[in-house]
């Protein structure tokens, strides 16, 4: 096996953040970051979770020092690096979507 494309040499850089959108120029900040993200090459996992692929560490830490080029002033943001066998055991779980209320049916009026 090459070992370029070995499960312990891949890596994943997760993005953890949480920023204000109380203004109007918090949630431009909130926009631009998120999208800077997606530009670099980040997907979303969860609503403020964002993960991209590496083929190695030292690819990883190219990409860490872009989104930390490009951190927003105010909010928490942390960023993780994992393995691809490490990321290949998550566990995810989906509940089951909220159905909407039914709606009353219409009434027929007889006189």
Not at 86 to 109: C, R, T
């Amino acid at each position: 096996m090459d070992s370029r494309f070995s499960e312990y040499r891949i890596m994943w850089v997760i993005v953890f953040f949480d920023l204000p959108t109380a203004t109007k120029k918090d949630r431009k900040a909130y926009a631009t970051f998120r999208t800077r993200l997606q530009r670099d090459g980040f997907t979303m996992f969860q609503m403020s979770i964002y993960v991209r692929h590496c083929a190695s560490m030292e690819n990883a830490e190219v990409h860490i020092k872009r989104v930390s080029n490009f951190l927003p002033q105010f909010g928490h943001v942390a960023i993780m690096c994992i393995t691809d066998k490490q990321f290949s055991d998550i566990k995810v779980f989906y509940g089951a979507k909220p159905l909407p209320p039914n709606a009353p049916g219409q009434q027929l009026e007889l006189f």
